[in-house]
C-alpha cells in the first residue's frame, strides 16, 4: 500500500508556502483529499452552528431541555466516517476498492446528516414561540449573523493555523495544520455565534417571553 500523507511538492519542502497555512483545505501535495477535508470541515461546522442554537430559545415560554448533546450524537457518525474517508484518501491508493467504498458511505451518510440538520432543528423549535418575532436589531439578526460569524471562524481558523506553522518553523505536518484549523473553526463559531443568539429576542414580550 503507497502511503501519500507524507509527500512534498517538488522544488520546495512540505508545507513551506504560507497560504497553504492559511488555507489547510487545499491539501495541496495530495489534492484527491480536499473533498473529504471541505466536507469535514462542513459537517464540523454546522455541528457548532446547530450546538450555537441551543441558547436561542433562552427566553422561551416553553422550556425544553439542552440539545447540544443530541447534536453530537447526531452528527458523530458522519463525522467519523468523513475523517476516515480523509485518511484513506491520504493514505491508501487512489484506485483502491476499499477507499472508493468508504468515501462513497462517508458522502451518503454525511449528506443525509448534513440536511436532517436544519429540519431537525427546525422542528424542535417550531412550538417554543409565537410564529411574529418582536423587532430585532440586525447585529442580532440570526439569518445575518450566521454567515458572518462563519466567515469570521474561517479567518480566526486560517490566522491559527498560520500561526502554529510559523510557531513550529514549518516542521507541522499539513495533516496537522488543518486539524489545528478545523478545531479553531469550529469552536470560534460557538464563541461568536452563542452569546448572539443568546441576546437575541426570540419571543415577544406580551407572552411572557
Known amino acids: 500500500m503507497r502511503t501519500t500523507i507524507g509527500s512534498s511538492r517538488p522544488g520546495g519542502g512540505r508545507d513551506d508556502r504560507l497560504a497553504d497555512a492559511l488555507w489547510p483545505p487545499s491539501f495541496p501535495d495530495t489534492p484527491h483529499a480536499r473533498s473529504a477535508a471541505y466536507g469535514l470541515a462542513g459537517l464540523v461546522l454546522e455541528l457548532s452552528v446547530a450546538v450555537a442554537f441551543d441558547s436561542y430559545w433562552a427566553d422561551s415560554y416553553r422550556r425544553r431541555p439542552p440539545l447540544?448533546?443530541?447534536w453530537v450524537e447526531w452528527t458523530a457518525p458522519s463525522v467519523l466516517l468523513m475523517c476516515g474517508a480523509l485518511v484513506g484518501a491520504l493514505t491508501i491508493r487512489r484506485k483502491s476498492?476499499?477507499?472508493?467504498?468508504?468515501?462513497a458511505v462517508a458522502w451518503t451518510v454525511?449528506?443525509?446528516?448534513?440536511?436532517?440538520?436544519p429540519l431537525l432543528l427546525f422542528a424542535f423549535s417550531a412550538d417554543l414561540c409565537e410564529t411574529i418575532r418582536p423587532p430585532v436589531p440586525l447585529y442580532l439578526e440570526p439569518v445575518l449573523m450566521v454567515p458572518v460569524c462563519l466567515a469570521a471562524s474561517l479567518v480566526i481558523g486560517s490566522l491559527?493555523?498560520?500561526g502554529a506553522w510559523a510557531v513550529t518553523r514549518r516542521r507541522i505536518h499539513h495533516l496537522g495544520l488543518y486539524a489545528v484549523w478545523l478545531a479553531s473553526a469550529g469552536v470560534a463559531?460557538?464563541?461568536l455565534l452563542g452569546p448572539i443568539l443568546a441576546a437575541?429576542?426570540?419571543?415577544?414580550?406580551m407572552r411572557g417571553g
Open 97 to 103: 476498492v476499499l477507499r472508493r467504498s468508504l468515501s
Open 200 to 205: 437575541s429576542p426570540t419571543c415577544s414580550p
Open 110 to 117: 454525511s449528506v443525509c446528516t448534513s440536511f436532517s440538520l
Open 189 to 191: 463559531v460557538l464563541l
Open 68 to 70: 447540544r448533546w443530541f
Open 160 to 162: 491559527t493555523s498560520a
